[in-house]
């Protein structure tokens, strides 16, 4: 039955279409918008005022990359310690208990994050730092949660994946766990956990509906941790519902920025991975 | 966290060489104990951070939602979850299976090949609002069809390809090669090898594949909400626009008029989510089993 090989093939050729499709439409509408305003000033433009055709993307830049860096930095620092308490100091059946419990927090669906972090996060920020709680800070931990599960998972392959003979040989020269863990395990696992990592920052900048719940949204640079903040993502959601002309051509191309910065990191990762798996 | 920390280190399963050097100064000495005595209690502190904030999101939302299950008052979201997860997978499932199919049993690598891989692993990077934005211009505008269950569900459908595609392929490589040599020796076609041979023991893997899938419909927000629209209705037609429950969650969250209803709303997506997942392992200890 060769015509089953031409279904099969039809498949895999409408999965490149779709894909295609959906690059040629960002980019292209995307693109057309510079026109109206070029990339330097759309992308270091202060003010965001699409009643007045003003369009700067500079402070959501801003925002987004200090939610991203502040979620992924706790989240490297609890999720690969997690990571090495599952495989290295719980007893086998604790830590597999604990594993499935994590594989939860990732199938939990961001709105529940999102409002777990309004009713939860927000009104604990308000109370004890100030503000309206609706902030930078409710962001970054609000995704540092999001993030872990994914950081913990790759880490939590990779350490395993690290020969018994290490462990043996570590010990054999009178190292101590800790020594092994932190010298050896972590050292050689270090490709896989990288792309974790960046895997992570993928899924923290492009992270849309739990951001929106608490950052508060106001156009601003952020002065400090506790300032409202509106994200790259967040811009879109928000405004794409009612917009039209330029200002649609806005949107599109702040998610050409998106595109362009998570195929960069892809990019990033695939190089990284593939330097240290051949050091 | 330092009791964490001790009790992890009585339970060392391997006996530790001493590192204790005789030339050692006794200061040195205790200062190494210092730092790995607080680093055992930065790891464990670390897991209870993870596990802890775990229990307490699930806590929340069931001790605060218990009172307020409304079923009649979400049947408008729920229906429409189920249409729009049937249309997702309706159109995935097939497409990404028979994708898989293609790349695992019948190509040999050319750039196609290269090219689908590539594509699909781009596919699966792009975060769900650039699909929203993607879906809002063609299936909305472009296409005409308006806020509707059709536009949100084509729009993630592609958005889950790269899923299914991924885990259809897994499943076909535990596959042993010699079962397919098995049935092509006994004069069996190559489809028929795959329809009654490399399908069936590819089953469960395929289908922890498409609950997983499911799970990711039902919560996502963002490319749903520009694409479907979030009229509170009972949906008629897959014209009609409708709000699946995670957009009910996130517009009454929003809107702050009745935590109540939100409350309501979070208990019973989270309760159809960890219900997937339990789905999911009973599926993987099934292919545990048949092995």
Redesign the interface.
């Known amino acids: 039955?060769d015509i089953?090989?031409w279904?099969?093939?039809?498949?895999?050729a409408?999965?490149?279409v779709?894909?295609?499709?959906?690059?040629f439409?960002?980019i292209f509408?995307g693109l057309s918008f510079f026109t109206h305003t070029s990339l330097w000033s759309f992308l270091t433009g202060q003010y965001w005022l699409p009643s007045g055709e003003i369009f700067g993307i500079f402070p959501m830049l801003v925002s987004s990359f200090f939610a991203t860096l502040g979620s992924v930095t706790i989240g490297i620092?609890?999720?690969v310690?997690?990571a090495?308490?599952?495989v290295e100091?719980?007893?086998a059946k604790l830590a597999s208990i604990?594993s499935?419990?994590?594989?939860?927090?990732a199938?939990?669906?961001?709105?529940?994050?999102?409002?777990?972090g309004?009713?939860?996060i927000v009104p604990l920020i308000k109370n004890n730092l100030g503000g309206s709680g609706l902030s930078l800070l409710a962001v970054i931990i609000i995704l540092t949660?999001m993030i872990?599960p994914t950081i913990?998972r790759m880490t939590e392959v990779s350490l395993k994946a690290v020969p018994r003979e290490y462990?043996e040989g570590a010990?054999?020269l009178?190292?101590?766990?800790?020594?092994y863990i932190?010298k050896v395990q972590l050292r050689s696992a270090k490709s896989g956990i990288i792309a974790g990592i960046m895997l992570a920052i993928?899924?923290a900048?492009?992270?849309?509906?739990a951001v929106?719940?608490v950052a508060g949204n106001a156009v601003i640079i952020p002065e400090n941790i506790l300032s409202a903040v509106r994200t790259v993502?967040a811009n879109?959601?928000m405004e794409?519902?009612y917009a039209s002309g330029v200002h649609e051509q806005a949107?599109?191309a702040t998610?050409l920025v998106?595109?362009a910065i998570?195929?960069g990191?892809?990019i990033l990762m695939q190089w990284i991975v593939r330097r240290l798996d051949r050091g | 966290m330092e009791n964490a920390g001790t009790v992890n280190l009585e339970k060392n399963d391997v006996k530790m060489p001493s590192v204790s050097n005789p030339s050692n100064k006794p200061a040195v000495k205790s200062s190494t104990k210092m730092k790995e005595a607080f680093l055992y209690g930065f790891l464990g502190l670390s897991a209870v951070i993870t596990v802890g904030f775990l229990l307490w999101l699930i806590a929340y939302v069931i001790i605060k939602g218990m009172g307020h299950i409304d079923i009649s008052g979400l049947i408008a979201p729920i229906v429409t979850t189920i249409y729009m997860v049937g249309i997702g997978l309706g159109i995935s499932v097939p497409i990404g299976i028979g994708t898989a199919i293609y790349l695992n049993e019948y190509s040999n690598g050319g750039k196609f090949v290269q090219g689908i891989r590539f594509a699909t692993e781009c596919l699966a990077a792009v975060p769900s609002i650039l699909f929203g934005l993607f879906g809002m211009m063609f299936f909305v505008r472009m296409l005409g069809f308006s806020w509707s269950i059709l536009s949100g569900g084509l729009t993630i459908s592609i958005m889950i390809l790269p899923t299914v595609v991924k885990t259809t392929e897994e499943a076909l490589k535990t596959v042993p090669q010699s079962y397919r040599e098995g049935s092509l020796a006994l004069g069996a076609s190559k489809f028929a090898t795959i329809r009654k041979v490399v399908l069936p023991s590819a089953t469960p893997g395929i289908l922890t594949g498409v609950v997983f899938s499911t799970g990711r419909i039902i919560g996502e927000t963002a490319a749903i909400y520009l694409t479907a629209g979030t009229v509170f209705q009972i949906p008629q037609s897959v014209m009609s626009s409708g709000r699946t429950l995670s957009v009910h969650l996130y517009m009454l969250a929003k809107e702050g008029i009745s935590f109540e209803q939100a409350y309501g709303a979070a208990i019973v997506l989270l309760a159809v989510v960890l219900a997937l997942n339990f789905l999911s392992y009973f599926i993987a200890s099934r292919i545990g089993k048949t092995k």
């Open positions: 039955m089953m090989k279904v099969f093939r039809g498949c895999a409408l999965t490149i779709a894909i295609s499709v959906i690059g439409f960002i509408n620092l609890i999720g310690s997690t090495i308490v599952l100091l719980l007893p604990l499935k419990m994590i594989d939860l927090l199938g939990i669906p961001s709105v529940i994050y999102g409002f777990f309004l009713m939860v949660f872990l913990i462990k010990y054999a009178g190292a101590t766990r800790l020594q932190f993928g899924r900048l492009g992270e849309t509906m929106m719940l993502t879109i959601a794409m519902s949107l599109f998610g998106l595109f998570i195929i990191i892809n």
